[in-house]
T-cell receptor
């Protein structure tokens, strides 16, 4: 299995809703990432988990809450989002400390906040 | 700091034309370099990579050579197809220090190929 699987593919939520994005990989990668991508822009790093511990938080607002329940799963909990948070959310994984092997990205969750 | 500069797009070509997308980088030490491709409505796919100077990455007819002397990693393809239409991102990563786990992207270049 050489994939990163993200669910759901599309999500529409209101500003008062609570929802979660899910990411799963079975490649044995010990580093997992959340990126946010706006239209026609490169992905922006949000969070990095290394060995199931949060190692980087790029000053992301607290309405985004990451969670890494085990080495294969990564969640992003969403609460009280704003319309400007509408974007493509990408999950990725890599071998820890071996960036030369590249990062495997999921196909993303397209989020619309109404 | 670490950064990647890509040529501005969009790039529009006819089928079978030669493609070059320029990419230069700024980094300390020896970064790994990547080209990612993003097709409409999809996530990013690793196209090719190089981990040390003079390495050539290649895949699906695309090539890029890690040039440390010019800090460049230009993407080339001899004959593009309509199916190559996508956004291409140049990126670098470091394996050590506080930037571990961080992937630095260029702005992306939109390629459109007409039949």
């Amino acid at each position: 299995d050489t994939e990163v699987t993200q669910t759901p593919k599309h999500l529409v939520m209101g500003m008062t809703n609570k929802k979660s994005l899910k990411c799963e990989q079975h490649m044995g990668h010990r580093a997992m990432y959340w990126y946010k991508q706006k239209a026609k822009k490169p992905p922006e790093l949000m969070f990095v988990y290394s060995y199931e511990k949060l190692s980087i938080n790029e000053s992301v607002p607290s309405r985004f809450s990451p969670e890494c329940p085990n080495s294969s799963l990564l969640n992003l909990h969403l609460h009280a989002l704003q319309p400007e948070d509408s974007a493509l959310y990408l999950c990725a994984s890599s071998q820890e400390g071996q960036g030369g092997y590249g990062y495997t990205f999921g196909s993303g969750t397209r989020l619309t906040v109404v | 700091g670490n950064s990647v500069t890509q040529m501005e797009g969009p790039v529009t070509l006819s089928e079978e034309a030669f493609l070059t997308i320029n990419c230069t980088y700024t980094a300390t030490g020896y970064p790994s370099l990547f080209w990612y491709v993003q097709y409409p409505g999809e996530g990013l796919q690793l196209l090719l990579k190089a981990t040390k100077a003079d390495d050539k990455g290649s895949n699906k007819g695309f090539e890029a050579t890690y040039r440390k002397e010019t800090t460049s990693f230009h993407l080339e393809k001899g004959s593009v197809q309509v199916s190559d239409s996508a956004v291409y991102f140049c990126a670098l990563s470091k394996d050590r220090g506080s930037t571990l786990g961080r992937l630095y992207f260029g702005r992306g270049t939109q390629l459109t190929v007409w039949p």
